[in-house]
């Protein structure tokens, strides 16, 4: 293999007896990434018990395991498939793996979170998705196992998918695909399985090579948080580390939180044969600008059309470490990248305890080992990112006197209550209602529509394409022609949020800000379907004969049967 292969990480997370390690062990065994003397072993030592093959004994390594028949510490294996090299991180949710987890020792990319067909949704299965949510992860496949102990029924498996979704989506996690396998007997597993052609979708292995491996540092928006400024002769050198991005000589910068702008004059250096015009992520420099005004330690370098986030109150995942527990309204020190500000705990929102995984959404402390989600107040503006968008500048650690006493990701910024769901980009945003739920209402004999989301999905965030009355395609366009705004959906993800004129069609599925899909396969319907909106809106053409030729409820959305409904809004195209 070369070692110029890309390589992701995936953690695997799941109920202790849903066949999590079954299905790591037989995706090492069909890539053909165990030894064959190891192989061997399992094969003696499964003979000796008088049990079949037991393909999770490839990652057991401790003989104690194998008698207990659970993974009891954190395991990081490598496979490869013709596209990439793969560690998959092996993670039994204890806290030295949430403690790892939440201070960035190991960072994963994308999860499998693994539920048992027969025995449906588990408590612990939730709690592990609360883990996912915890730790910020966007790329998620719902593995469902064993579907050999239910005769590979689909309708157990979607029932399955609609409670494990649901619940999910409440933490804002959306995972990306749900795949039924039968990881014993290798099912859906490297090929598609004949005893499920309902499933139309990859087996594990085609669909994981699917999943985009996140920007390098070197692509991100640039992050230079400033570590000091020095004075050498007629020279004031602002030098730090940049954490992500690239910046050269005469970029136009800003400076947060003090939102002053300038221009990079050089980039310094020791001698004739480091002198460069630009530096990028993970070189320590120093940098003249234009502009002689007062810059301090802990302010963020970034380009003015991708800057951070700035404000004095955020959302945070918190695992707490110190000798007294963390309470509200006390006085602690936060430190991001070079920033150290004085905070306190504004709401405990719920606190997870990382030996047994029990959520608590009553606490009013947060004692040592447990993990928490928080809300943090600064005492001034500061500057970070959400830790989905740049895991350097959205990890912080907490200071009790003189000891550090918790690490944490920033997991969003808390403002007021999104009135609807809203798409940002770079420049623009706009509203939609995609994500809202139909119901027939049973007690009111009517058909509702329900406000399921209220939510901000900005550059790089997953969407819920799969809700209980829809199921979009993984890739599509939204565009709202009321707005003329485009968002584009990648393999789930938000791409993009342009302008309508900016948008170039490209026979890309359509859907409408309320998630109809928009019958456009060709330039020319593209060309019509805008010219007959024109014609609604000068009154040329009724808004139902428009909806009627160009709107198809039915393709990706059905109304789900409910008794009753709160809070909902009427049903109107």
């Known amino acids: 293999m070369s070692i110029h292969r890309e390589k992701l990480k995936i953690v695997v997370v799941g109920h202790v007896d849903h066949g999590k390690s079954t299905v790591i062990g037989r995706l090492l065994y069909d890539t053909k990434s165990v030894a064959e003397g190891k ?9 000796e018990k008088g049990k079949p093959f037991e393909y999770a004994y490839l990652l057991d390594a401790f003989e104690e395991e194998q008698k207990q028949g659970i993974t009891i510490d954190t395991t990081q294996l490598q496979f490869f498939t013709k596209k990439r090299d ?17 201070s960035g020792a190991a960072n994963a ?26 730790l910020g992860i966007q790329k998620i496949y719902v593995i469902v196992n064993k579907m050999d102990l239910i005769d590979y029924s689909e309708e157990r498996f979607t029932t399955i998918k609609q409670e494990m979704n649901e619940f999910l989506n409440s933490l804002h996690v959306y995972p990306l695909k749900y795949i039924p396998i039968s990881a014993f007997y290798g099912e859906n597993l490297t090929s598609k399985s004949d005893y499920m052609p309902w499933y139309k979708e990859e087996p594990i292995l085609e669909a994981i090579d699917l999943i985009e491996k996140d920007k390098g540092l070197e692509d991100k928006p640039l992050r230079f948080p400033i570590q000091d400024v020095y004075k050498f002769d007629h020279r004031r050198i602002i030098a730090g580390r940049i954490e992500s991005g690239t910046i050269h000589v005469g970029d136009e910068i800003l400076i947060s939180p003090s939102n002053k702008k300038t221009k990079v004059k050089s980039i310094e250096y020791y001698q004739e044969k480091d002198k460069t015009d630009f530096a990028v992520a993970g070189k320590s420099v120093g940098i003249t600008v234009e502009d002689e005004f007062f810059n301090k330690r802990g302010a963020f370098i970034s380009h003015c059309e991708n800057r951070p986030i700035v404000d004095h109150v955020f959302r945070a995942n918190l695992f707490w470490m110190g000798k007294n527990v963390l309470v509200k309204d006390k006085k602690y020190k936060l430190k991001i990248s070079t920033q150290e500000v004085e905070c306190e705990i504004l709401v405990i929102n719920k606190v997870i305890d990382a030996t047994n995984l029990i959520i608590s959404e009553d606490a009013s402390e947060v004692r040592t080992n447990d993990v928490a989600d928080v809300t943090i107040k600064t005492k001034e503006d500061i500057s970070f990112d959400e830790f989905k968008h740049n895991q350097n500048t959205g990890r912080f650690v907490l200071v009790e006197g003189y000891d550090v006493c918790g690490g944490g990701i920033i997991s969003k910024l808390e403002k007021g209550i999104e009135a609807v769901s809203k798409f940002v980009g770079e420049e623009v945003d706009f509203k939609v209602q995609a994500f809202d739920e139909y119901y027939f209402v049973l007690d009111e004999n009517t058909v509702k529509r329900s406000v399921r989301y209220k939510e901000v999905f900005s550059l790089g965030d997953a969407v819920p394409t799969v809700g209980e009355s829809y199921e979009y395609p993984p890739s599509i366009d939204f565009i709202d022609l009321e707005q003329s705004r485009v968002a584009e959906i990648r393999k789930s993800i938000l791409n993009k949020v342009i302008r309508l004129k900016d948008y170039i069609f490209e026979a890309q599925q359509i859907f409408d800000s309320n998630g109809f899909y928009v019958n456009v396969t060709t330039k020319d319907d593209y060309i019509n379907w805008q010219k007959d909106y024109e014609r609604v809106i000068n009154g040329d053409l009724l808004e139902v004969d428009y909806a009627n030729k160009w709107l198809d409820f039915e393709k990706y959305r059905k109304i789900s049967y409910r008794s009753t409904l709160n809070k909902t809004l009427d049903y109107m195209i």
């Open 39 to 47: 192989i061997e072993r399992v094969k003696k030592v499964c003979k």
């Open 109 to 134: 990319e994308a999860a499998l979170l693994i539920i048992d067909a027969k025995e449906g949704v588990q408590e612990q299965s939730k709690r592990h998705g609360y883990i996912l949510s915890l």
């Open 86 to 102: 793969y560690v998959i991180i092996d993670a039994p949710g204890h806290k030295e793996f949430l403690k790892n987890m939440i």
